[in-house]
């Protein structure tokens, strides 16, 4: 079955500090690829996503993440957090509709999620 | 476009009692979805419709009903609400599956 993984239940890093978050994920082809953040009692937002193309892309709030086909990742980086950035991030794993996975075609599997603080 | 709405967005149930949260989209999408969420379990898929009359269970079904009338409204049923239901409840739809947009979520606790 697919799954996704993120390995860091909680990071902490200082303002101005870079930032990578780390998600894996098993399945038997490229999939569709996501971050979302989510602030404490808040909905979730969208910050990136991969479909195809160039493996490196660029979001929202100067979020970016990079595809790596080779160890099935997808990686978000940020080279500077700010504090605003404290909340918890979401990798999440979309199968194509031409794929024939059980009808599972179109949902979302996601990680457990990341919970990321941010020290003065 | 309102984009994808829940109703209500806090809820407060007592062990057995009945209810269905409300998911509605604007956005003329054939594909829509209900998550739950967990603290440290992500969110997980609980029944999906790709059309009008056509749904499907995902991981966590038990429990819960949907049907699917139009291609508007996708509502989630709780027939007899128990404490592991208390959870945080995430619609979301999609045009082509790929993209999916997400409602603003529906906090329900259930004693």
């Known amino acids: 079955a697919q799954s996704v993984t993120q390995p860091d239940i909680h990071i902490t890093v200082s303002e101005g500090a870079s930032l990578e978050l780390r998600c894996n994920y098993s399945y038997g082809a490229t999939p569709y690829l996501f971050w979302y953040v989510q602030s404490p009692g808040q909905g979730l937002q969208l910050l990136l996503k991969?479909?195809?193309?160039?493996?490196l892309v660029q979001g929202i709030k100067g979020f970016e993440a990079e595809f790596k086909r080779s160890q099935s990742s997808f990686n978000l980086r940020k080279p500077s957090v700010h504090w605003s950035d404290a909340a918890e991030y979401f990798c999440a794993v979309g199968v194509p509709k031409n794929m024939n996975y059980g009808g599972s075609q179109g949902n979302l599997i996601f990680g457990k999620g990341t919970k990321l603080s941010v020290k003065p | 476009n309102a984009g994808v709405t829940q109703t209500p967005k806090f809820q407060v149930l007592k062990t057995g009692q009945s209810m269905t949260l409300q998911c509605a989209q604007d956005?003329?999408?054939?594909?829509m979805s209900w998550y739950r969420q967990d603290p440290g379990m992500g969110l997980r898929l609980i029944h999906y419709s790709v059309g009008a009359g056509i749904t499907d269970q995902g991981e966590v079904p038990n429990g819960y009903n949907v049907s699917r009338s139009t291609t508007e409204d996708f509502p989630l049923r709780l027939l007899s609400a128990a404490p592991s239901q208390t959870s945080v409840y995430f619609c979301?739809?999609?045009?082509?599956?790929?993209?999916?947009?997400f409602g603003p979520g529906t906090r329900l606790t259930v004693t």
């Open positions: 956005m003329n999408h054939e594909y």
């Open positions: 979301a739809s999609s045009r082509d599956r790929r993209e999916q947009y």
């Open positions: 991969y479909f195809s193309g160039d493996t």
